[in-house]
């Protein structure tokens, strides 16, 4: 549970400092408050980066050199010093350096925003990186072999482009065979206990590539196209709701219902595992829902997770208990 944040020369902050008393918290605000900001700042705390831009230069206060930002997690600190002069980046568990890989692998944190669900609207490879990272935080054998097999992938790809030999490229496709059999075996395993979870006939499909590296002629393809078209990274996600692409039938605010129902099946499934309520931090959460979907979905979540939720109107959020935090 995030317990506590605090920020020096973040963005529009010069100095503030909060508690999370409750497992739902409401940081409330008008436009430009500041809201979004306590969010991506507790985020790059436990994720090393910002979910809004790949420069951490633009979240030091203007007129300014450097940000602090500490946030007290599950009884730890986590310290993180940016400045701009000195170039310097620096994440501290509990007072000492850490790699900020092994931060995130011990508190599971999710950001869910309308971004997000824009993308998963649009493409499926949003969706697929976002079960990938699930599965990272949720079983360190499926990263083990995931990393593993990028590593090779990275390796055949430059081959590939180096139009390298046959030979040079067939170990390779064995540890990406040999990988590839682990992590769909996971992925299998941990989409089948989200659907045993889910109701309201959702559904989530894992549809694996159907180009296989054993066949000749999809490797003589990857010779010529200096590509790797074989393989897991190619598999993909879908949600579906009575047997229908949640992307393609559904209205904005159903879309957005159906997703918080894997949502919360996906917190569950983690909670089964660790005894913990991972973090939900949802940014425009009450934007494209009615009251009464907004106050369902809430529920439904608030089952699975801790909750950190932006709102320009704590009207809406009565009937809940939360820890206000007005900006
Ligand atoms: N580097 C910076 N220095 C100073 N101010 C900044 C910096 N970056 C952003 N800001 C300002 O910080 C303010 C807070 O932005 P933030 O996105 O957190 O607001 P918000 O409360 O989430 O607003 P909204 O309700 O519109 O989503 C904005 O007015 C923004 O212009
Ligand atoms: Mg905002």
Not at 248 to 276: C, H, P, R, W
Request: charged share 30%; aromatic share 14%.
């Amino acid at each position: 549970m995030i317990e506590s944040f605090s920020c020096l020369n973040l963005r529009c902050f010069e100095k503030k400092e909060f508690l999370f008393e409750k497992q739902f918290t409401l940081i409330e605000g008008k436009n430009g408050a500041g809201k979004t900001t306590v969010l991506e700042g507790i985020f790059l705390s436990v994720r090393g980066k910002s979910f809004l831009t790949g420069k951490l230069s633009n979240l030091v206060k203007n007129g300014e050199d450097f940000f602090k930002v500490k946030t007290g997690i599950n009884g730890n600190y986590i310290d993180v010093f940016y400045s701009k002069r000195e170039r310097k980046k620096e994440f501290l568990l509990n007072g000492k350096r850490e790699r900020i890989l092994r931060v995130s692998l011990m508190f599971p944190l999710f950001i869910f925003n309308g971004r997000l669900l824009n993308f998963i609207r649009s493409d499926t490879i949003t969706l697929y990186k976002f079960f990938n990272i699930i599965l990272s935080l949720y079983d360190k054998a499926y990263l083990k072999a995931y990393n593993e097999y990028s590593r090779a992938l990275k390796e055949k790809r430059s081959l590939l482009t180096l139009q390298a030999k046959n030979d040079s490229i067939e170990p390779w496709n064995i540890i990406l065979m040999e990988r590839s059999n682990i992590i769909r075996e996971k992925r299998k395993v941990f989409v089948k206990k989200i659907n045993n979870i889910l109701k309201e006939n959702n559904f989530v499909l894992y549809r694996e590539n159907s180009l296989k590296e054993e066949n000749k002629s999809v490797f003589e393809r990857e010779l010529k196209e200096k590509r790797v078209l074989a393989g897991c990274h190619r598999d993909r996600f879908f949600i579906l709701k009575n047997n229908k692409d949640m992307r393609f039938f559904y209205s904005s605010g159903q879309q957005k219902n159906i997703f918080f129902d894997v949502l919360t099946a996906v917190g569950k499934v983690f909670g089964e595992k660790t005894g913990q309520k991972p973090v939900l931090l949802l940014d425009d959460f009450d934007s494209e829902f009615d009251l009464s979907n907004l106050k369902y979905c809430l529920n439904n979540v608030l089952e699975s997770f801790q909750i950190i939720l932006t709102t320009t109107d704590k009207a809406k959020y009565s009937d809940f208990d939360y820890n206000l935090i007005s900006l």
